[in-house]
């Protein structure tokens, strides 16, 4: 009675478990962890968009310091800078 062998322990069909489904299921999974993975990674590593902004403040600062631009051209790009 404890040594029945229903197919479980020496396994049946083909793939990794329930036949050829098993191997779709896993392959599907394996596919899904994966896309999971490099969008986590993708987001850890991009940089935001806040953060552009503050850098293109900055460069804008930096050119109507050096003379580069004049005020109204400052004024106005820092106003679709602040605003976006």
């Given at each position: 009675?404890f ?21 779709i ?60």
């Amino acid at each position: 009675m404890f040594n029945c062998n229903w197919g479980f322990m020496t396994g049946f069909g083909s793939g990794w478990g329930m036949g050829g489904f098993g191997s779709i299921f896993n392959l599907l999974l394996f596919i899904g962890l994966g896309f999971l993975a490099y969008k986590l990674v993708q987001r850890f590593t991009r940089p935001d968009g806040k953060r552009d902004r503050k850098d293109s403040l900055e460069l804008l600062k930096r050119k109507y310091a050096n003379g580069d631009i004049g005020t109204e051209e400052y004024h106005s790009i820092r106003k679709v800078l602040q605003e976006g």
